[in-house]
């Protein structure tokens, strides 16, 4: 499972030109997820993305967690694109929307997320705050 996990002070989400998800300070999370990924591995990158520490303390350094703020979470299969064997990615890491959808369900839940909508066409609008933006791993390569 992967997740670029990006800082912001606001974000949306559109489906056909409606807002689906929105939200103010905190992050906007771009999920991906393969074949291999399992729930452990959802929750495991819910409990990353909560404790990651990346906003401002006091003395104005990253050190703090997501704490009470908001985070908009996308589902991404593009972040699985291969693109060594030319300029066209391939997907085939991408996990189907039948294993895909529920991990996604989960991650979201965890986080208590505003979302996407899973499989449609987005239109995704954000400030990236800093600008910070951080690529999760679950299970890590090796």
Not at 19 to 37: K, P, Q, W
Not at 102 to 111: G, I, K, S
Request: glycine content about 8%; charged content about 25%; hydrophobic content about 45%.
């Amino acid at each position: 499972m992967r997740a670029l996990v990006q800082r912001v002070s606001r974000a949306a989400v559109r489906v056909d030109g409606s807002v689906v998800g929105e939200i103010g300070d905190g992050l906007c999370v771009l999920l991906g997820v393969t074949h291999t990924d399992t729930a452990a591995d959802a929750d495991r990158i819910a409990e990353k993305v909560r404790a990651l520490r990346v906003f401002p303390d006091a003395d104005g350094r990253m050190n703090e967690p997501l704490g009470a703020r908001e985070v908009l979470c996308v589902s991404q299969f593009t972040l699985y694109g291969d693109t060594r064997k030319g300029a066209r990615p391939s997907y085939v890491a991408a996990a189907p929307p039948e294993i895909a959808e529920p991990l996604y369900e989960r991650v979201c839940d965890a986080l208590d997320a505003q979302r996407g909508v899973f499989g449609a066409h987005m239109e995704i609008e954000l400030v990236n705050d800093g600008p910070v933006t951080v690529m999760l791993e679950v299970p890590a390569p090796r």
